[in-house]
């Protein structure tokens, strides 16, 4: 035990059958010594071995505990205080070791828990009491452990949790309860692990969602439904995953999708619903791993096709309009755009051509005029615009020539009109433009 400043008064105590003698051992908080922290007796020449009343004090000159030690243990009645002088718990001890009756208080004086040692362990029944003295928990412990059934009510007495515990351990049916008395949850558990059937409910006593169990991991079939009584939802696991049919339904009957999972993975045909009942989306996985999907609008409309391996884009996706034609064609390749991106007018037509290496713009960026004519050609390196710059008329002659180095424009850029006649030369540095020279002025083209 920790000591501080010690003042001691060496005397000598008697009895019938022997003299022992003692020394008076006060310790305190501060330097000065004016704040007593603790005050017992020990044998003489022996600090650590106390004999007799032990007293202790709150910072505030309040008593903290009480008690008597004998050869150095704690014996009998011990009681503890809170700062404000009000009894805080009633342990009993033997040889230093808790045996007896426990009870603790709140600051108000009132009894929150009883409890009973042997051995230094809880034993028999222990009871924890709401502020206001009615019973919030009761159990039954054996060695230290909690066994059979433990109970926790709500402060308006209704039972708010039912566990039963076998060798400390959670083992048995356990139940919980909304504050109304409405069974919330039912389960059985093994070894403190759901093992079995678990069962939710809604508060108006509606199941919500019904599962079973082996040694914690969802297996077999499970159901999920709404506060009404409709089922939304119901599937297979197997070992901890999906595994079977699983089927999803709107709160009107009305199915939200049909669906097949293999050991945690969708296989085969899958289905998706808009609440009107039309196809939403269908997922396809043929033998050669691909997964294949679809979406639809809700007039049954394509609207995007994509293709998965190994939950990775690949292949060519393509995006359509409301009407169904062609908008947009992305090709992939382990999970990269790769190849050339194509992008449609409404017509159908194609409108610009983009060439990609994984992920990167890296060629020509050419579009194209409605009619099908080559609009421009962009070229592109590692995303950066590099290179010679043409734009050409519907009638295929070149109305803009220059270059691009690091994204910015460079030399000569040319001007023609339509005829191939030429109107203009902007010469730039670095994306900066140094001078205009018109025809006028006296150069040719």
Avoid: C
Wanted: charged residues 25%.
């Amino acid at each position: 035990m920790a000591k501080l400043h010690l003042t001691t008064l060496l005397f000598t105590l008697g009895t019938t059958l022997s003299l022992v003698a003692q020394q008076k051992v006060v310790t305190y908080y501060d330097p000065e010594e004016s704040i007593i922290k603790e005050v017992y007796y020990a044998k003489e020449n022996q600090p650590d071995f106390l004999e007799g009343e032990y007293k202790k004090y709150h910072p505030n000159g309040k008593l903290a505990t009480e008690g008597n030690f004998q050869n150095g243990y704690k014996n009998g009645e011990f009681k503890e205080y809170y700062d404000n002088g009000k009894l805080n718990r009633i342990i009993h001890f033997k040889d230093g070791i808790k045996e007896g009756a426990v009870k603790v208080y709140d600051e108000s004086g009132q009894l929150i828990q009883t409890a009973n040692f042997a051995d230094n362990k809880l034993t028999d029944s222990l009871y924890i009491y709401f502020p206001d003295g009615s019973l919030r928990s009761r159990g039954f412990f054996v060695d230290d452990r909690p066994d059979g059934l433990l109970e926790e009510y709500y402060e308006n007495g209704k039972i708010k949790r039912e566990i039963t515990y076998k060798n400390g351990q959670q083992t048995g049916v356990t139940k919980t309860y909304y504050a109304n008395g409405q069974l919330q949850t039912d389960g059985n558990y093994l070894n403190g692990i759901l093992n079995g059937y678990y069962t939710t409910y809604f508060s108006n006593g509606q199941v919500e969602t019904e599962s079973s169990l082996i040694e914690g991991s969802k297996s077999g079939v499970f159901k999920n439904y709404d506060s009404l009584g409709q089922l939304l939802l119901e599937g297979n696991y197997l070992n901890g995953v999906l595994h079977g049919p699983n089927k999803a339904f709107y709160a009107d009957g009305k199915p939200k999708h049909s669906i097949t999972y293999d050991n945690g993975k969708l296989t085969g045909t899958n289905s998706y619903y808009y609440p009107s009942g039309k196809l939403e989306k269908l997922i396809e996985l043929n033998k050669d791993g691909y997964q294949i999907t679809k979406y639809f609008s809700p007039s049954e409309v394509l609207l995007k096709k994509e293709i998965y391996l190994n939950d990775q884009p690949e292949k060519t996706w393509v995006h359509y309009d409301s009407t169904g034609n062609i908008k947009k064609e992305v090709p992939y390749t382990t999970g990269k755009v790769n190849g050339i991106l194509k992008e449609y007018y409404t017509s159908g037509k194609l409108k610009t051509e983009t060439s990609f290496k994984y992920d990167v713009k890296y060629g020509d960026y050419k579009t194209y005029y409605e009619s099908g004519e080559l609009e421009s050609v962009t070229p592109f390196r590692n995303d950066i615009k590099h290179g010679a710059f043409t734009k050409y008329a519907k009638n295929g002659t070149v109305i803009t020539s220059g270059e691009f180095a690091g994204n910015k424009v460079v030399n000569e850029w040319k001007y023609y009109d339509e005829e191939g006649n030429w109107v203009k030369t902007e010469v730039y540095q670095a994306g900066k433009l140094l001078r205009t020279i018109k025809p006028e002025e006296g150069e040719s083209n």
